[in-house]
């Protein structure tokens, strides 16, 4: 396997796995970037759900680094896991990885860490469960 994630150690099953449509190819040929933004927020708010025992809300990304772009016909797995927890918040590290190739190739194509708090029924933070 040719790649830039070769010597990663392995990682647990993706959150969530896609594969972009045509509509989803800007005018260079490449994924939107907001299209991939969207795949992992969506990936971190079932971690961050999941964590919570309930609603939850984005409300930041930090640090988030496009490396490589994602090209028509790669197959895209989103990783999340809880990197930092606070009282109501959470930091969710989600990776990319586009698989390329009939499967031979792994690229890292973006990561990103991204916060969110957890919400009551009124739409206001509330306390984590204990961990």
Known sequence: MTDNVQNLPSRP?????????????NSNGHIFGGWVLSQMDIAGGIVAARVAQGATATVAIEAMEFIAPILLRDIISVYAHVERRGRTSMGIRIEVIATRDRGETEVKVTEGLFTFVALDENHRPRALPPA
Not at 13 to 25: E, G, S, T
């Open 13 to 25: 099953d993706p959150i969530l796995r896609v594969v972009p449509a045509p509509a989803d190819i």
